[in-house]
């Protein structure tokens, strides 16, 4: 069984103090790549002094954040993400109720995790996200019955019989490896695109991570590896895609 850890970097929000950017990024291993991983975090881990320590992007200074991504780059995670210029979003009402932009953004990131399951893994998907307040297993389950059997969705690719959308678990950040690395694939990628107090982006997280993002054959990394739904071409290629 295959494990895709999610967690997001951003705001949902459409306030004029919201981010301008909402992206989600997942951190995908096999079960036969779980030692691997584990032993990788363990190692790095191993050189803090904190023996309660774990990875948490925002709170982590930029030289430290560069040692994890080095040592988890060489992990065998798969990583992906998909990322949202919220004011290229044509219709922003449709967003406006809580959690509506994450479970679209995380429908996108299953169908190309359920892909990849279904292509390369030849395993179905268990679903492990980083918790976030009134977000429950139970109203993400019922959103996954919606997509898959209302008559009303239309351009559903997500591989269901690759995605195990009945037993879906949340938890806190602290308690999974699998939800750091999520957690620094997202920031990672935000902080490449969402300009910052002192109008800067930093691309060197991203650039770092990208032996870990999924790409197909015969495929651009910007084609397969991260989804940008309502980014125009030139945007992209202005804040992300020339350093990819």
Same mark, same amino acid.
């Given at each position: 069984?295959? /494990?895709?850890?999610?967690?997001?970097?951003?705001?949902?929000?459409f306030?004029?103090?919201?981010?301008?950017?909402?992206?989600?990024?997942? &951190?995908?291993?096999?079960?036969?790549?779980?030692?691997?991983?584990?032993?990788?975090?363990?190692?790095?881990?191993?050189?803090?002094?904190?023996k309660?320590?774990f990875?948490?992007? &925002?709170?982590?200074?930029?030289?430290?954040?560069?040692?994890?991504?080095?040592?988890?780059?060489?992990?065998? +995670?798969? &990583?992906?993400? /998909?990322?949202?210029?919220?004011?290229?979003?044509?219709?922003?009402?449709?967003?406006q109720?809580?959690?509506? @932009?994450?479970? +679209?953004?995380?429908?996108?990131? @299953?169908? $190309?995790a359920?892909?990849?399951?279904?292509?390369?893994?030849?395993?179905?998907?268990?679903?492990? @996200?980083?918790?976030?307040?009134?977000?429950?297993?139970?109203?993400?389950?019922?959103?996954?019955?919606?997509i898959?059997?209302? !008559?009303?969705?239309?351009?559903?690719?997500? /591989?269901?019989?690759?995605?195990?959308?009945?037993?879906?678990?949340?938890?806190?950040n602290?308690d +999974?490896?699998g939800?750091?690395?999520?957690?620094?694939?997202?920031?990672?990628?935000?902080?490449? /695109?969402?300009?910052?107090?002192?109008?800067t @982006?930093?691309?060197?997280?991203?650039?770092?991570?990208?032996?870990?993002?999924?790409?197909? !054959?015969?495929k651009?990394?910007?084609?397969?590896?991260?989804?940008?739904p309502?980014?125009?071409?030139?945007?992209y290629?202005? $804040?992300?895609?020339?350093?990819?």
């Amino acid at each position: 069984m295959a /494990v895709l850890y999610v967690d997001e970097a951003g705001e949902e929000g459409f306030k004029d103090t919201s981010s301008e950017w909402f992206v989600l990024g997942g &951190a995908l291993h096999t079960n036969a790549d779980l030692s691997g991983c584990i032993n990788t975090y363990e190692a790095f881990k191993a050189k803090q002094p904190n023996k309660d320590y774990f990875f948490h992007f &925002a709170k982590r200074q930029h030289d430290e954040r560069i040692a994890f991504i080095s040592a988890m780059s060489k992990a065998p +995670y798969q &990583a992906m993400a /998909v990322m949202f210029h919220k004011p290229s979003i044509q219709k922003p009402e449709n967003f406006q109720k809580k959690y509506y @932009l994450y479970f +679209y953004a995380l429908r996108f990131l @299953l169908e $190309r995790a359920t892909k990849w399951a279904e292509q390369t893994a030849k395993e179905p998907v268990h679903l492990m @996200l980083s918790s976030r307040k009134g977000l429950s297993d139970e109203n993400l389950r019922g959103y996954f019955d919606k997509i898959k059997y209302s !008559p009303f969705i239309k351009q559903d690719n997500i /591989v269901w019989n690759h995605f195990i959308h009945d037993k879906v678990h949340v938890h806190a950040n602290k308690d +999974y490896r699998g939800l750091q690395v999520a957690d620094c694939i997202a920031s990672s990628v935000f902080k490449a /695109v969402e300009v910052s107090e002192w109008q800067t @982006l930093e691309s060197r997280y991203v650039i770092d991570l990208k032996p870990l993002f999924v790409r197909e !054959p015969y495929k651009s990394f910007e084609q397969t590896a991260i989804y940008w739904p309502s980014v125009p071409f030139a945007l992209y290629q202005d $804040r992300l895609g020339w350093r990819l």
